[in-house]
């Protein structure tokens, strides 16, 4: 059995991982850079040892050093978090080499799923639907023949990497030849490889995902869906689940995908299958994760599941401790990332020394961060500085505590997307539900204004949606849906304005 577990990560994602292995008696290292030596995680840790310089290079992507660590303390397992050596097949095989549990799926699964290509021929081997595309490194000969095959518009892709980066969307054959080589140059500077693949771009779509486990015995189960379409230049900034967007009829055939998936490959430990889904719902294989997703909260928190103790339950060789029968979404979930960045600036990073932090409390509130007042941001990390979840009953119960934890969220001494994310949570699409990955790029200048949405458009999308909600849930009120709205200014507001009469 794991005593043991080094944590190879920063951050918000140390500090979690470290709480579930104190609720299981596991003791825990930290390891940290010398930008770090104040973060929360490296206190929190049970053991702590300073791996390089600041550097991600010097420090958190240094295999060799993190290994090091790992013999030095006698640590059983390395837990990887997310980015960093989380989907690096080499440090998987390694530890495995070094007789250390990688908390993780094996080296071969990550191989299988790191490379775009490689992942495409095994979900068609695997009967998964995919957008349709290449499944080879595109040639410029090829460049025309397979676009008048799939059609416009088409996006071009790099086979490694992500991000957004190494991709070009193409509307005319013209910009064909110049997008092929902008997206290898921006690979190969990017991730030292400059192979790309072409796929047809699917308009304003819906980015669903799907959270599943495996363990080593061929058990595999999925844990339903995230709706991730709130993007900006395809990073995720808000994330809810269930989606608002999908029905069950889908939401069971995207889980029963899911499962197949990592079946092919003989999947061990947590991962995430990203779906494209149209507005027709019919959903296409985008990548698989094989880490603990950034968003993994929301999905804890409607099956009160703690997906890092499944983690190390599956690591230890134990069979699933769930059934897939017994799995139920209850109520509804929402993630905010917070993020010492500059929305007036167009989100240039902020790093320096937090001043104050007043946090948000109350029934169905969590907060998965790692700052403290007083504490310095570094320039040299992700400018994320935690997670904003929230749970309840219901979407719109969930959403209007959102914006009231949102509010009484305050950072000062740098500044935080904070406000922006209000302002999503004011927008009359997100709001409604009715939003896909152009989320952002739709509501721009909604977004941009500091005084937010007319109260009076926001607070009707909020009333049309709760009385929505009442009329399509399976447990309507035998009154009228007015007679149940969740605050009282809703319902004034809705028999001033008389938009209540149904």
């Excluded at 080499?97 to 094996?106: K, L």
């Excluded at 320039?379 to 219901?394: E, R």
């Excluded at 721009?444 to 109260?455: A, P, R, T, V």
């Amino acid at each position: 059995m794991i005593q043991k577990i080094l944590i190879a990560n920063r951050g918000e994602i140390a500090v979690r991982v470290m709480r579930t292995c104190k609720e299981m008696g596991i003791r825990t290292v930290a390891v940290y850079s010398e930008a770090d030596r104040t973060s929360r995680h490296v206190s929190y840790a049970d053991e702590a040892v300073c791996i390089g310089l600041a550097s991600s290079q010097e420090s958190y992507l240094n295999a060799d050093k993190i290994i090091k660590a790992a013999k030095q303390f006698k640590a059983d397992a390395i837990h990887p978090g997310y980015g960093f050596l989380s989907e690096n097949a080499d440090f998987a095989r390694r530890c495995k080499e070094e007789g250390i549990i990688f908390i993780g799926p094996s080296a071969e699964s990550i191989e299988a799923m790191g490379d775009k290509i490689s992942a495409r021929r095994q979900m068609i081997k695997a009967k998964v639907p995919v957008v349709p595309g290449t499944s080879e490194d595109l040639k410029p000969r090829d460049l025309f023949r397979v676009c008048r095959r799939i059609g416009l518009p088409v996006i071009i892709k790099a086979t490694a990497g992500g991000g957004g980066k190494g991709m070009r969307l193409v509307y005319e054959e013209k910009q064909l030849y110049e997008a092929y080589e902008a997206a290898k140059s921006e690979a190969r500077a990017s991730f030292g490889n400059d192979s790309v693949y072409i796929e047809k771009y699917i308009e304003s779509p819906h980015h669903i995902e799907i959270q599943f486990l495996g363990d080593a015995h061929g058990n595999v189960i999925h844990l339903f869906d995230r709706e991730c379409s709130v993007q900006r230049r395809h990073q995720k900034i808000v994330e809810e689940s269930p989606s608002p967007f999908i029905d069950d009829k889908t939401r069971q055939a995207m889980g029963a995908i899911a499962v197949k998936a990592a079946r092919s490959i003989g999947y061990v430990g947590a991962g995430t299958i990203e779906f494209l889904v149209d507005g027709d719902m019919n959903f296409y294989f985008l990548e698989m994760n094989t880490r603990l997703q950034v968003e993994h909260p929301i999905t804890e928190e409607v099956l009160g599941v703690d997906l890092v103790k499944e983690q190390i339950h599956i690591a230890n060789g134990k069979k699933l401790r769930l059934r897939q029968k017994h799995l139920h979404q209850r109520g509804h979930a929402i993630e905010c990332r917070i993020c010492a960045e500059d929305p007036e600036n167009n989100f240039a990073p902020s790093p320096g020394i937090i001043r104050h932090i007043q946090t948000p409390e109350g029934i169905g509130v969590r907060v998965d961060s790692f700052i403290y007042d007083g504490y310095e941001i570094p320039v040299y990390y992700d400018s994320m500085l935690g997670k904003l979840i929230v749970w309840a009953t219901s979407r719109i119960y969930a959403l209007e505590r959102m914006r009231r934890v949102l509010y009484e969220y305050k950072i000062t001494g740098v500044k935080t997307n904070i406000d922006y994310l209000r302002r999503i949570m004011d927008t009359r699409d997100f709001v409604k539900g009715n939003y896909t990955t152009h989320f952002i790029e739709d509501n721009s200048k909604k977004l941009q204004e500091s005084g937010g949405n007319d109260n009076e458009i926001e607070d009707m999308a909020i009333i049309a949606a709760y009385i929505d909600h009442i009329v399509n849930s399976n447990d309507a009120p035998s009154s009228s849906p007015a007679d149940n709205l969740p605050i009282s200014r809703w319902r004034a507001f809705g028999k001033q304005k008389g938009v209540l009469r149904i």
